[in-house]
């Protein structure tokens, strides 16, 4: 211990007791003072006051590393590990850490090791996904040790082989270590250990990364048995394209290679480059599937007459016999659609569906096909279309469409299918506000529920949430039903996690404001398998995120945790998720930007625009130039606000807010309603006065529906979806048909 540190031990005592900071009884709470950044007081309180809980113990540890003072921090948290306190995992981590930063890398090993030797069943303590983070970090911090050039190579690298019988991502650091020795063959029989596994998703990727990014690896990987035609497979399987193309170059060109980088470039959405590939291997191959790729392609990349003529030479060279694959049938039916009859071409589509009922494609060429025809002015024979095809639709989505397009056309009992099909979906709301539902709904679905027939139960539930009868009762009713099985389940486990019923060292990192450390964990520990852990781990990354003013990191997270439920039933999720699915950013400033001039918008939907245009990506910039958080037009800019403005400007949030709201108010000033300004701010005011002057009714839903850009309506729909989130969430509770358009 230097002179030093007595003497700051000293002045942190002085200044504690003189100061007023603290009361006469000394009784700040540790956790304040902590969040308050306080960590001389709270050194000072631990000498003279006996803590309350072991969380505050871990607080003071930290608070004496804060300070510089590692020794005094290590004897606490060796407290902590030998009083068997459920820190002591995290504690034996921190000490390693400690330990490495003195450049005592023996005792760093061996605390590491507990670390390790504790997250299996000894550690059963813990919530797994505490388990798993922290010895994730453990391994990260041995790979790092080894990295030093110190004697501690062989004692790490010694720690990391015996982990990894228990942990394959240990695979992936040793890999990564025999590289940097020189050791090819070690590095490529390592990576390919984490990539047979099937394991650890996200190291997974790393690993192919680096072996399709170095040659001399892709030889050692196919000396080892990963063929180069299986490394590009497996490349294209996890999003590689590019390193999935560059090996390719070097395999011998035969037929499987030709396809094989074609389809790298149709991956990379390079389509015009991809159809030339297909030319080229039909040419030399004449294989006929070359001429259908080449088709598909060229249709990808906007040529459709050279589709045609691909597509027409692929129906010449197949042979008779051969069933028409599932691609081939929607392309035809796409190409077609502009040379036959509306009649003809709804005949077809609806053959094509019957005979491609197990088509994942078949339900959205169904819609195509409807919306070709509905905006083509033939409302009558593309919902005769839908009603005849509507037993068909599989997708719950879909469903969703078809039962609202046939209720706002056709039948309005439709409208009770259209909310329970794809509940918070646009469908679910739109309809909601004109269903009508039996007066006895509330007793027959409780009746059902007491029964035990869950499946009805929860439909008539639905309903009546829809309307907003019940409320929370209602909700949470819901919520049951919904959370019986995983992985809805792991979302009660997070509402147990958030109100304490049950405790986490994550979620105590998250409160005591150790946030860089926090993320750290989650992001070595992530896998991206969609697993119990990795939702708790996007969850906590989400709040991390919004709290460091990071809302597209936060809001990235947030629907990376969410992908694994079943998305028909998020609208049901704890408002403290949806939250963030839905966050209220730059709600404050939008408001009073607003409320200071004479433009009459709702706030609300303001930031509903803002999620669908940019998911809150202040630098975003779409291909057509659109900038910001607002997708503004640098064009449109300088001219709603009547004067020069740079491009870069446009990255500015409270900048880019304003001019969109200026420009909102002028569409607002140009059409009477909602749904008419949005597609305006999409598809241009002049596209929207001639839709509206073709329009032969003034109802708004059947205004969205025939919008004859699908960009433009399925915009204006995910729009008004958010709206309907925002103000369910920051407005009022749920209104059912009591909603009003701003």
Not at 15 to 28: H, I, T
Not at 216 to 225: H, K, M
Not at 392 to 404: C, E, H, N, Q, T
Not at 724 to 730: A, F, G, H, T, V
Request: proline fraction near 3%; charge should be neutral.
């Amino acid at each position: 211990m230097s002179l030093f540190t007595p003497l700051l031990l000293f002045l942190l005592t002085l200044s504690a007791s003189r100061g007023a900071l603290l009361n006469q009884e000394g009784d700040y709470a540790v956790t304040d003072l902590f969040a308050q950044k306080r960590y001389g007081e709270i050194v000072r309180l631990a000498r003279v006051k006996v803590l309350d809980s072991e969380y505050e113990t871990l607080l003071v540890a930290k608070s004496y590393e804060k300070l510089g003072l590692i020794h005094q921090s290590n004897r606490v948290l060796r407290d902590i590990f030998f009083q068997k306190s459920r820190y002591r995992v995290y504690a034996a981590y921190l000490l390693g850490l400690n330990l490495s930063r003195q450049k005592d890398y023996s005792g760093a090993i061996r605390w590491y090791r507990n670390v390790i030797d504790m997250s299996g069943s000894g550690g059963s303590y813990l919530p797994s996904a505490d388990r798993k983070a922290i010895a994730h970090a453990a391994l990260m911090r041995l790979r790092e040790i080894a990295s030093t050039g110190s004697d501690a190579y062989e004692p790490a690298l010694k720690a990391l082989s015996k982990a990894a019988s228990r942990f394959h991502v240990a695979h992936y650091h040793l890999g990564v270590l025999s590289l940097g020795k020189g050791n090819l063959n070690g590095a490529a029989a390592a990576f390919i250990e984490i990539i047979r596994s099937g394991e650890d998703l996200a190291y997974t990727k790393r690993a192919l990364e680096i072996i399709s990014g170095d040659f001399r690896l892709v030889e050692r990987a196919q000396s080892n048995g990963l063929q180069k035609q299986e490394l590009v497979r497996l490349c294209l399987q996890h999003g590689l394209y590019r390193n999935a193309l560059i090996v390719s170059y070097s395999i011998p060109y035969d037929a499987d290679v030709a396809r094989l980088r074609a389809l790298c470039f149709y991956s990379m959405e390079d389509y015009a480059a991809a159809a030339l590939l297909y030319g080229e291997y039909y040419a030399q191959y004449k294989d006929p599937e070359g001429l259908l790729s080449a088709s598909l392609s060229y249709y990808k990349a906007g040529n459709k007459a050279q589709s045609r003529t691909f597509f027409y030479g692929y129906q010449k060279e197949r042979k008779p016999d051969s069933p028409e694959s599932p691609e081939a049938a929607v392309l035809k039916l796409r190409l077609e659609r502009e040379e036959i009859s509306p009649e003809d071409y709804l005949r077809n589509a609806g053959d094509f569906v019957k005979a491609q009922s197990s088509n994942p494609g078949s339900d959205r060429a169904l819609q195509e096909a409807f919306y070709f025809t509905l905006v083509n002015k033939r409302p009558s024979l593309a919902v005769s279309y839908l009603k005849d095809a509507y037993g068909l639709i599989k997708d719950p989505l879909f469903r969703a469409w078809g039962s609202f397009v046939l209720a706002l056309y056709l039948d309005g009992s439709y409208y009770d299918k259209a909310i329970g099909e794809f509940p918070g979906s646009y469908y679910y709301y739109m309809a909601a506000k004109n269903a009508v539902f039996e007066g006895d709904l509330v007793e027959k679905a409780d009746e059902l529920y007491s029964l035990g027939r869950f499946d009805e139960a929860l439909a008539s539930y639905i309903q009546l949430f829809s309307k907003g009868i019940g409320g929370s009762v209602v909700k949470t009713k819901i919520s049951v039903l919904l959370g019986r099985e995983p992985p809805q389940l792991y979302v009660t486990e997070i509402a147990r996690l958030e109100s304490g019923e049950e405790s986490s060292i994550l979620f105590d990192l998250y409160k005591a404001g150790l946030h860089e450390e926090l993320a750290e964990l989650l992001e070595l520990a992530l896998d991206e398998g969609n697993n119990r852990e990795d939702m708790y781990y996007y969850y906590l990354l989400s709040r991390v995120s919004y709290d460091g003013h990071r809302a597209s990191e936060g809001l990235r997270s947030a629907e990376s945790m969410v992908k694994m439920l079943d998305q028909r039933y998020l609208i049901f999720l704890p408002a403290e998720i949806l939250k963030l699915l839905y966050p209220d950013v730059y709600g404050e400033e939008i408001n009073e930007y607003i409320a200071g001039s004479s433009i009459q918008f709702d706030p609300l939907l303001v930031l509903s625009i803002i999620r669908e245009e940019s998911r809150y990506n202040e630098r975003a910039q779409s291909a057509r130039g659109a900038l910001g958080l607002m997708q503004i037009l640098p064009s449109t800019a300088r001219w709603i606000r009547k004067r020069e403005i740079q491009n870069g400007d446009l990255f500015n949030p409270s900048l880019n807010i304003q001019t969109g709201i200026l420009y909102l108010g002028y569409l607002t000033q140009r059409f009477d309603t909602q749904t008419a300004v949005l597609a305006a701010y999409n598809g241009g005011p002049g596209n929207v006065k001639k839709w509206l002057s073709s329009s032969s009714h003034g109802n708004e839903m059947k205004f969205v529906e025939e919008i004859p850009f699908a960009e433009t309506r399925n915009y204006v729909k995910k729009v008004l979806t958010s709206y309907e989130m925002y103000q369910s969430l920051y407005a009022t509770p749920h209104r059912g048909n009591n909603s009003k358009d701003s």
